[in-house]
């Protein structure tokens, strides 16, 4: 009886050895959302600092050189197309590099209150520009008149 007992509970065990084991359900649900999941996304973290101002200059950016196959206008030759073409690129780092020194510099709202006298007794509502800084423009509206269009290079002579 003790040996049946035994080899039945052998048999059991083997069996149950080879059956499929019941798998765990596995959970559909989400730790945060589809959204917050996207919008944590980082995409910049390689290159934060590559819309900085000043960041161009940590670009690989260059124009392109010429070859064989390459356009050259006509009356040109290549080298002098090349030089033409390097005078623009350092023409426009120049100007670049002009504008990313004045990154940061902003004027003082109080020495500019200071300045025009608003603080003391509203005199400047009574001056021609009310107390604004006047841009320069491109046109002469002082109200001379000189007739000859400046846009020819062509200029009055001088008597």
Do not use: C
């Not at 001379?144 to 020819?152: F, G, I, Q, S, V």
């Amino acid at each position: 009886m003790k040996v049946s007992a035994v080899l039945v509970a052998a048999s059991i065990a083997s069996a149950s050895a080879f059956a499929p084991q019941q798998a765990a359900r596995q959970s559909t649900q989400l730790n945060e959302s589809l959204f917050k999941k996207i919008s944590n996304l980082d995409l910049w973290a390689p290159v934060a600092d590559s819309n900085d101002y000043g960041g161009r200059n940590k670009k690989n950016l260059k124009t392109g050189t010429l070859t064989d196959r390459s356009y050259v206008p006509s009356g040109l030759t290549k080298a002098q197309y090349e030089k033409i073409r390097s005078e623009a690129d350092a023409k426009k780092a120049a100007n670049y590099q002009k504008n990313v020194k004045k990154a940061g510099v902003f004027q003082d709202y109080t020495e500019f209150y200071l300045k025009r006298g608003s603080d003391e007794n509203g005199s400047w509502l009574q001056m021609p520009n009310r107390g604004h800084d006047m841009a320069k423009t491109k046109y002469d509206w002082s109200g001379e008149k000189n007739d000859a269009p400046t846009w020819t290079g062509i200029r009055p002579s001088k008597k």
